[in-house]
């Protein structure tokens, strides 16, 4: 069965580095997703992307965090300078079309800043 | 704007026992509505969904949930608890209008007791 892949499985930077999160979506969805949950709070929603441009984003991603899609593969979150707030956990999720279609969601990439 | 409160961030049951796991949205719109599963240091997997037409819909490993409109509410539930339903649930909303993201309950930790 497809699946959402993401690595690596644990990042652990020092503030002010950059890291980049990466995820390899179902290949033949549309939609692609970023998502992170802080340790004990609810899944809360980052960005969207289709067709090679944002969406969406929520107040959360601000000029620290972008998206990119390189390749046909691959959907990268980056954040440009950490703070120890961005410690969480990413998902990057998938889905085939829009809002009624289940998102498809990838294993999860545990950040740690310190 | 859609969001989701699920009552009750911890529930423990007894092996057979029924399990009952509530989720009541808000939404402008008609709702699309999920239900997803976290197992400890996994991501999140899709349990059910309501889109459109029959109310009460089945998902996988004996779930089900029942969308009453008049109540907002998509309850979780499972005649017989299993140890391996041991995990977090996540109820989530989206709708037409607000583009493609999830909108997440804070999520409610079942543990089932031997």
């Known amino acids: 069965e497809p699946e959402v892949t993401q690595t690596p499985s644990h990042q652990v930077t020092q503030m002010g580095q950059e890291v980049i999160l990466r995820c390899v979506p179902i290949s033949n969805h549309l939609y692609f997703y970023w998502y992170r949950q802080i340790l004990g709070q609810k899944v809360e929603f980052l960005v969207s992307f289709y067709n090679n441009e944002i969406s969406e984003k929520s107040e959360i991603f601000d000029d620290q965090f972008s998206v990119e899609r390189p390749d046909g593969s691959n959907f990268t979150l980056k954040i440009r300078s950490t703070k120890l707030e961005d410690s969480a956990m990413y998902f990057c999720?998938?889905?085939?079309?829009?809002?009624?279609?289940?998102?498809?969601f990838g294993p999860g990439t545990r950040l740690t800043v310190t | 704007a859609q969001s989701v409160t699920q009552l009750g961030s911890h529930v423990s049951v007894s092996e057979g026992a029924l399990v009952l796991l509530r989720c009541n949205y808000s939404s402008s719109v008609p709702p699309y509505l999920f239900w997803y599963v976290q197992y400890p240091n996994q991501g999140l997997q899709l349990l059910l969904k309501?889109?459109?037409?029959?109310?009460l819909v089945k998902g996988i490993n004996g779930f089900e949930a029942e969308f009453k409109k008049s109540e907002t509410s998509f309850h979780l539930t499972k005649p017989s608890a299993h140890m391996s339903d041991a995990a977090e649930y996540f109820c989530?909303?989206?709708?037409?209008?607000?583009?493609?993201?999830?909108?997440f309950g804070t999520g409610t930790s079942l543990t089932v007791i031997p």
């Open positions: 999720a998938s889905s085939a079309s829009g809002s009624f279609y289940e998102q498809y």
């Open positions: 309501y889109t459109t037409g029959a109310t």
């Open positions: 989530a909303v989206s709708a037409s209008n607000t583009g493609n993201q999830f909108y």
